[in-house]
């Protein structure tokens, strides 16, 4: 049998990790493409020339999606469902910015059996673009050894 994902009594408060993603224009269209957002401020320079912007941004939930890669992958990792989420947007993200996403556990409930992690994001010049907090479930499930 081959454990995967982690108890609800493997998690701390203060608990944290790091990772790093960069967004290009070909991954906003994807993003858009998927969700059907044509916004012109993700598309168009022409028209985002003449706002405060001066050049196409991502699109905030592909910015905000790192909350979910950082849930299921990094930390708390397999295992960990999310109930819900919120974001702050708070600076745009321009293509190809490093964006470096710190999450954090804030609280662990062992009676509801549920994680809460606060994760934050910064662009390469350390600005904060995001702030997120996602309340969710862990599980460690046993899996067969094929």
Excluded: W
Excluded at 5 to 31: C, P, Y
Excluded at 38 to 60: C, E, S
Excluded at 95 to 116: C, L, M, Q, W
């Amino acid at each position: 049998m081959v454990y995967i994902g982690r108890s609800i009594d493997e998690f701390a408060v203060g608990m944290q990790r790091t990772f790093k993603r960069r967004f290009t224009a070909e991954k906003t269209r994807m993003m858009g493409d998927l969700i059907g957002d044509h916004n012109l401020f993700h598309y168009d320079n022409d028209f985002i020339k003449h706002t405060r912007f001066k050049r196409p941004i991502a699109h905030g939930l592909l910015v905000g999606g790192m909350i979910c890669h950082f849930g299921g992958d990094v930390f708390p990792g397999p295992g960990y469902l999310a109930e819900s989420m919120t974001f702050s947007f708070l600076k745009p993200v321009y293509f190809d910015e490093e964006i470096t996403a710190v999450g954090t556990v804030t609280a662990v409930d062992k009676d509801s059996k549920r994680v809460t992690f606060a994760m934050s994001c910064f662009n390469d010049r350390g600005d904060r673009v995001l702030e997120g907090t996602v309340v969710g479930i862990p599980f460690r499930v046993g899996v067969p050894d094929k």
